[in-house]
């Protein structure tokens, strides 16, 4: 089957660096992506990322290692703003995106 | 900057009633999703659209749910007989290239079934 591991909630402080991982197993691989959601919101398009490496866009940045299966993203000098819900996302061989349940990720002053 | 957008922004419905639901996607894009996330769980797929054609469907897409393009510029979600379980966020998508593209998603229709 498919499935897409991530933590449900992480904490962190405002001003600090977080990381949050995403695993992934699904049949085939077309790019992964991280898409942000504030409760009750759309996903927003954060990163995508189809060949190893880290891609970096701002205070966010997005790792993928295709041979292990693993994704992160990386948010830098956390705001207030940033205590949403954050989705790891897998397009599979079929094009289709198999999403991950996302990570909570509640900012503290 | 072009954005995705639904209607209607909420609709409550009778169970047994059949609701649709409107999406202009990005002018410029040719595919075009509709995906679900009950509340508190995962976004899932439900089907994609391109050249006016299901290009895929997950096993949530049976009969009771179809779509149509019925102009140039709306994308819409049917569903029949709706049940107590459809009761869900409902977001439309739209990308320019389903290889390299995001997907770019619109507001949600937030469908409440009693």
Known sequence: GQNIDQPTEMTATEGAIVQINCTYQTSGFNGLFWYQQHAGEAPTFLSYNVLDGLEEKGRFSSFLSR???YSYLLLKELQMKDSASYLCAVRDSNYQLIWGAGTKLIIKP | ???VTQTPSHQVTQMGQEVILRCVPISNHLYFYWYRQILGQKVEFLVSFYNNE???KSEIFDD???VERPDGSNFTLKIRSTKLEDSAMYFCASSDLAGQETQYFGPG???LVL
């Open chain 1, 67 to 69: 041979s292990k299966g």
């Open chain 2, 1 to 3: 900057e072009p954005e």
């Open chain 2, 54 to 56: 299901i290009s895929e």
């Open chain 2, 64 to 66: 009771q749910f179809s």
């Open chain 2, 109 to 111: 229709t937030r469908l």
